[in-house]
T-cell receptor, first 115, second 112 residues
Framework: AAGVIQSPRHLIKEKRETATLKCYPI?????VYWYQQGPGQDPQFLIS???????DKGSIPDRFSAQQFSDYHSELNMSSLELGDSALYFC??????????????FGPGTRLTVT | DAKTTQPTSMDCAEGRAANLPCNHS???????VYWYRQIHSQGPQYIIH???NNETNEMASLIITEDRKSSTLILPHATLRDTAVYYC?????????????FGAGTILRVKS
């Protein structure tokens, strides 16, 4: 079965540079979520989108922005990178939920290293 | 979000059942219990969820106490590949969003 695709899988950037992470959800999934997992930490929710609109927002820095496109793929844009942004970034997708929360399916993640 | 409490770590012998407890004493009547696991540095993987009744799927069983203040995830025949961090997550009704709030999970080590 098709899974969530993330690209790139690994990314190395220097401080103050910008980075763009891409996420392609499972076919027919219309909701996308971004999570950040720092070294030794648990995943933390950043932001989510449904039908190209932001649906929820977590602890996402102002330096980060994200959007969802008409084909449902999403991009996370990160500017003025800091050393502390080094982390695994996971994208997840699900069907839009109305009453019962749907399970989310996670991609393999993008490992961002800021030097 | 309702707080969950899980043991920091557990060991299990290969082939035996792994029983992972979770305490969620402040859970509300319309909040679901979800379990995910994360094998080292991979994306979290959905396991199972439930509201009031016990649930079973091809991966695991979920036993929820009658008062819903605690639950147990059961992996019936643990294998080495089940070594992972297991997260018990209480999810609020949809009007509060569909995000997952990961707390400190249980590190399960399956040993041969």
């Amino acid at each position: 079965a098709a899974g969530v695709i993330q690209s790139p899988r690994h990314l190395i950037k220097e401080k103050r540079e910008t980075a763009t992470l891409k996420c392609y959800p499972i076919p027919r999934h219309d909701t996308v979520y971004w999570y950040q997992q720092g070294p030794g930490q648990d995943p933390q929710f950043l932001i989510s989108f449904y039908e190209k609109m932001q649906s929820d927002k977590g602890s996402i820095p102002d330096r980060f922005s994200a959007q969802q496109f008409s084909d449902y793929h999403s991009e996370l844009n990160m500017s003025s990178l800091e050393l502390g942004d080094s982390a695994l970034y996971f994208c997840a997708s699900s069907l839009a939920a109305t009453v019962v929360p749907y399970e989310q399916y996670f991609g393999p993640g993008t490992r961002l290293t800021v030097t | 979000d309702a707080k969950t409490t899980q043991p920091t770590s557990m060991d299990c012998a290969e082939g035996r059942a792994a029983n992972l407890p979770c305490n969620h004493s402040t859970i509300s009547g319309n909040e679901y219990v979800y379990w995910y696991r994360q094998i080292h540095s991979q994306g979290p993987q959905y396991i199972i969820h439930g509201l009031k009744n016990n649930e079973t799927n091809e991966m695991a069983s979920l036993i929820i106490t009658e008062d819903r203040k605690s639950s147990t995830l059961i992996l019936p025949h643990a294998t080495l590949r089940d070594t992972a961090v297991y997260y018990c997550i209480v999810r609020p009704p949809m009007e509060y969003g569909n995000k997952l709030v990961f707390g400190a999970g249980t590190i399960l080590r399956v040993k041969s």
